[in-house]
């Protein structure tokens, strides 16, 4: 994906009207705030987004895309471009010199192993941040929301004549304007290491842990006889010091340079990094035929105390609340996932129909992610600095699925519990493990982690094997029967969700002709049931199923393609684990792809329907409520 000039006239037109009022105002339009922006425009909130940049990012900074990330971005529908143009890598090799012997390659490993690390994209995808940017652009865009540019943010404070509840947004722009104003009933800064909108909640100090590191990028495309320029490769010299090298789109090699002392840094030049790029890959010839970037910074790991205010009204994400090397392509990865976790749970706290402790579970959930990768990159880059290359490899052996982005997990709390109900791979404050199945009714094969689009809804799959049973179909006919009755929490839920979108509709987008978003609606805006079983298809008809999931046709799913599983399982064996004969489980799915819960009943016991119907609203109930806000 080019990175288009006209993105720049296209995003700083719109409404300049100082009294604009917004459900959530974005301070940054990096992927944290892109991100964000995105997932809650085609949510249907209100959203502006403001970046004191004229344009876009055009070259250089980020640039890797983790296996989760990837999914995550299929799940929004904007992955396709990126895949076909980006570099796919798929190993990682050692080189080694001394001051005796020139430098050699002592060890190849596979980036993401399949016996490590359950994942459809088993590389890392190289495309520089703009290209992200871009495709976050254009489908902000689709949803009816420009980024507006040149706005500095400068404070926020509650508003004095409205509700308290109700922030004044100022911004200073670069025509010298007297101040804008915007009115937001929530800020999100994702404003970068120096947030201005961080320094405005009180106690989020940052802790920093600096590291004495000093490192040069560049990148450009090179004339070289290096063999592993397409690997991501890690070259250490004793003499000379660590280089990094990592294949780029369009031709190029990202080349990372580590630098001796921090004088040497203060005065980094471009020709400096080349030259130590050549005196460690010695003997081989290296030379650059253009540079496209070049930047230097010194490794510092940073934490804010916290994520939030105290009313929930001010948020930061992305390295507004935490920052790190790049070297493990870690930093895009988690920002977009900071937003990933709060877009959904601020659509429904905007909506008026969560309770605090929602809102409250970003800062836990996503604290924990941004310590966990602090810790793992001090160690990862000091070793990677330290040139003992095999603690570095056996540190990316230990820490595979955390950096492939599945391994970053929630605790157990009021939105993920359950541990203990099965022994598969589906657990709560896990994301979702890639499985196939068949659509029943369309005969595709299908990645049912995927298949239903984001649309702010909780997944429902109910897993029965064999529906045709007697205890199971009347596990299904009472379960649905009371799912569906006015009096249960689910249907009551989904009514307060109905007014609340009609009120404050989803866009309608170009792309929704093709993606038909009412076909995963049936029953609520708020959740799609499925049902996973591996009965035959010429054993029942659709029209056959209790009323909940008759309704529900696009997402019955015939459990019958193991052997395209990426590990040969059923998609029932690997989410739930054996044994499941007599018995169903239902698998609660948050917005974001986390599970939230799970339970299994015996369907030999004839209220277990019911039950489960009692269970989906005692969870629902304890982070949901029914009122439909504003």
């Known amino acids: 994906m080019d990175v288009d000039s006209h993105h720049t006239e296209i995003e700083n037109a719109g409404n300049n009207d100082p009294t604009e009022k917004y459900d ?6 990096g992927p944290a705030g892109l991100t964000l922006a995105v997932i809650l425009a085609r949510l249907g909130i209100k959203t502006g987004i403001f970046d004191d940049r004229a344009d876009q990012t055009a070259i250089g900074r980020a640039d890797g895309i983790q296996p989760k990330t990837i999914e995550t971005l299929q799940m929004l529908g904007i992955a396709d471009q990126l895949l076909r143009n980006g570099v796919k890598v798929y190993d990682i090799c050692m080189w080694r010199g001394s001051r005796t012997s020139p430098v050699r390659r002592i060890g190849r490993e596979v980036h993401y192993p399949s016996s490590t690390v359950d994942v459809l994209h088993p590389y890392i995808l190289l495309c520089h941040q703009g290209m992200i940017e871009s495709a976050l652009i254009d489908d902000l865009r689709e949803s009816g929301v420009s980024v507006r540019r040149s706005h500095r943010f400068t404070k926020f404070e509650r508003a004095s004549d409205e509700s308290a509840s109700l922030l004044d947004l100022s911004f200073s722009t670069s025509n010298g304007d007297s101040a804008k104003h915007a009115s937001a009933n929530y800020i999100v800064g994702c404003d970068g290491a120096r947030s201005i ?6 106690d989020t100090h940052a802790t920093a842990r600096p590291n004495e590191s000093y490192w040069g990028v560049l990148d450009g495309e090179l004339d070289t006889d290096f063999p592993d320029i397409w690997s991501k490769t890690i070259v250490f010299s004793e003499e000379h010091g660590s280089v990094l090298i990592i294949p780029r789109e369009r031709n190029m090699t990202r080349i990372y340079i580590e630098i001796k002392s921090s004088s040497s840094a203060k005065g980094l030049e471009q020709e400096f990094v080349m030259d130590q790029a050549r005196h460690i890959l010695a003997p081989y010839h290296v030379q650059w035929r253009s540079v496209e970037w070049f930047g230097n910074y010194q490794v510092t790991q940073r934490v804010a105390a916290r994520f939030s205010d105290p009313q929930l009204r001010a948020f930061i994400a992305g390295d507004a609340s935490h920052t790190h090397s790049p070297k493990a392509a870690q930093g895009m990865n988690t920002s ?31 604290m924990k992610v941004a310590h966990d990768l602090i ?21 990316f052996r230990i820490n595979t699925r955390f950096i492939s982005g599945v391994g970053v997990e929630y605790a157990d709390s009021i939105i993920n519990h359950g541990h203990d ?22 005969a595709n094969p299908v990645d049912i982690q995927l298949d239903i689009p984001m649309q702010g809804q909780f997944r429902v799959f109910v897993i029965i094997p064999d529906i045709t049973g007697l205890g199971e179909s ?17 249907t009551k839920l989904s009514h307060a969700a ?31 049931f499925s049902l996973i079983t591996s009965t035959a298809k010429n054993h029942f008809e659709l029209a056959s199923l209790p009323g909940l999931f008759a309704m529900s046709k696009w997402t019955i799913y015939l459990d019958d393609v193991p052997h395209m599983d990426t590990k040969g399982l059923s998609c029932a064996s690997k989410w739930v684990g054996e044994g499941s004969s007599g018995k169903a489980v239902i698998v609660n799915v948050r917005p974001d792809g986390y599970v939230g819960s799970i339970k299994k009943w015996d369907v030999a016991e004839q209220t277990s329907g019911g039950a489960a119907a009692r269970w989906l609203d005692e969870y629902y109930h304890g982070f949901l409520n029914l009122s439909s806000g504003p």
């Open 375 to 395: 810790n793992f990159d001090f160690e990862h880059a000091n070793e990677i600095a330290g040139g003992d290359i095999g603690r570095l490899a056996e540190n």
């Open 197 to 202: 909108v961080r320094q405005q909640i009180p």
């Open 421 to 442: 109900q099965t022994n598969g791979d589906a657990k709560p404050g896990c994301t979702l493990p890639p499985s196939k199945v068949t659509r029943y009714i369309d």
């Open 474 to 490: 009347r596990f299904l006919a009472d379960l649905s029967e009371n799912v569906t009755s006015k009096s249960s929490f689910l």
């Open 336 to 366: 977009m996932h900071d937003s990933w976790n709060l877009g959904w749970k601020m659509n429904l706290a905007a909506r008026g129909l969560a309770k605090p402790v929602l809102l409250e579970s970003y800062e836990v959930e996503r």
């Open 498 to 528: 109905a007014e609340s979108y009609r009120r404050k509709p989803r866009p309608s987008r170009a792309s929704d002709i093709f993606s038909r978003p009412e076909r995963y609606q049936p029953f609520s805006e708020l959740f799609t």
């Open 24 to 29: 959530v105002g974005i301070i940054g339009a």
